[in-house]
Nanobody, 115 residues
Framework: QVQLVESGGGLVQAGGSLRLSCAAS????????MGWYRQAPGRQRELVAG??????SYADSVKGRFTISRDNAKKMVYLEMNSLKPEDTAVYYC??????????WGQGTQVTVAS
């Protein structure tokens, strides 16, 4: 059963923008954290942005360019990506952590930024 549904990935020119969306299943309750990771070829998976009751946080590489937001009622999380750079090219994964500490992962969506 698909627990997280991601959308919004694609091909964009450098300097352009994309908006990623992730919808959590209505069967998922007690969400404490929603965020986005990414993994580029030859690189480790990294946390790009996350949001919880403690607030939002960002990787240094995307600060000022990306904005994470959430809709708790709809159980959705978004990632607005602006001023995209070729080094942002990666597979982006939605991540949700529920109250008991269990992780849910999306299947990933490809973001490609052309130089």
């Amino acid at each position: 059963q698909v627990q997280l549904v991601e959308s919004g990935g694609g091909l964009v020119q450098a300097g352009g923008s994309l908006r990623l969306s992730c919808a959590a299943s209505t069967t998922i309750f007690s969400i404490n954290f929603m965020g986005w990771y990414r993994q580029a070829p030859g690189r480790q998976r990294e946390l790009v942005a996350g949001i919880s009751n403690s607030g939002a946080s960002y990787a240094d590489s995307v600060k000022g360019r990306f904005t994470i937001s959430r809709d708790n009622a709809k159980k959705m999380v978004y990632l607005e990506m602006n001023s995209l750079k070729p080094e942002d090219t990666a597979v982006y994964y939605c991540n949700v952590i529920v109250g008991l500490g269990y992780y849910y992962w999306g299947q990933g969506t490809q973001v490609t930024v052309a130089s």
